[in-house]
């Protein structure tokens, strides 16, 4: 909704003849509903940027929130919204810092009185709601970015690549493979191929609680982008219900070494590097 000439104006005027006590009444009434959630002179600094902003987009005329002259207000708004998403506010905590403005104006105009009193309490609140609506909109992007970072990290964090011995490396999955997941274990393993030189890579599917055929198809598409990088691959963590559905679908992993545990894969390797390795025998009794 964008205000007149005459409306932006009076808008204006209004908000700085009044600067000090529009300011000083929007902290309190904000600061009554964050519940001492961020400090006094936080909110204040926060309040007297949005002040600005609308004193700057009317002095050019027609404050209409979508043009090209509130600029400044959307990205004073934007900035509101991204600062509250990151301390982890909600929404209605963030949108209600900008509809405070309301209770403000309609304390002004109620005093002023004169005859466009009413009308102009009727524009300035649809404006007030269209800076609301703009700031839930720009917290919610800033949420489901914050969500897809932590996200990613997650990711990242439950696929760890570790060096078990020169030249060789594992990954244990733990959990779900699914796609998303699968082009993170790919991509973090070649990576540390290269960084490495290792020729030798353990995949680890001890914890991974069911394989079906896009599970063993990210496995084995995994396997070809290593070889690929020169190294060969090692699957570990056959158990027997596992090797049932596996048999039962149809999945044929080809020449790749598989072994029980993830000890039999290593053991496995270092004897393919020529290291040699014992099974400990158990202690019999005297």
């Given at each position: 909704m964008a205000l007149s000439t005459e409306e932006s104006g009076r808008l204006a005027a209004l908000l700085s003849e009044?600067?000090?006590?529009?300011?000083?009444r929007w902290t309190e009434i904000v600061t009554s509903s964050l519940r001492g959630r961020l400090s006094q002179a936080e909110l204040r600094r926060q309040v007297q940027d949005l002040h600005r902003a609308i004193l700057a987009t009317g002095d050019q005329g027609e404050i209409d929130l979508s043009a090209d002259s509130a600029a400044e207000l959307r990205a004073a708004l934007s900035e509101l919204s991204r600062g509250r998403a990151r301390q982890g506010f909600s929404a209605t905590e963030t949108s209600i810092s900008v509809f405070?403005?309301?209770d403000v104006?309609?304390?002004?105009l109620q005093e002023a009185g004169g005859s466009n009193a009413l009308s102009d309490f009727v524009a300035f609140s649809k404006l007030v709601d269209?800076?609301?609506l703009y700031t839930f909109e720009s917290f919610v992007r800033t949420r489901e970015s914050l969500i897809a970072d932590q996200?990613?990290?997650?990711?990242?964090l439950s696929t760890p690549v570790v060096k078990l011995w020169e030249g060789v490396v594992a990954v244990p999955l733990v959990g779900t493979l699914d796609s998303a997941r699968a082009q993170v274990v790919m991509?973090?393993?070649l990576q540390t191929l290269v960084d490495t030189g290792s020729p030798y890579a353990i995949i680890?599917?001890?914890?991974?609680?069911?394989?079906?055929?896009?599970v063993a198809q990210h496995i084995l598409k995994t396997v070809v982008a290593a070889r690929l990088m020169g190294a060969d691959c090692i699957i570990s963590g056959i158990r027997p219900q596992i090797a049932q559905t596996i048999v039962a679908l149809g999945i044929e992993f080809g020449d790749i070494a598989t072994k029980a545990s993830l000890a039999d894969a290593l053991r496995h390797v270092l004897r393919l590097t020529g290291v040699e390795t014992a099974r400990r025998q158990p202690r019999r009794g005297n």
């Open positions: 009044q600067a000090d006590r529009v300011t000083t405070a403005l309301k104006l309609a304390e002004l269209d800076m609301g996200a990613e990290q997650l990711l990242e991509e973090r393993l680890d599917i001890t914890g991974v609680p069911a394989v079906d055929t896009q």
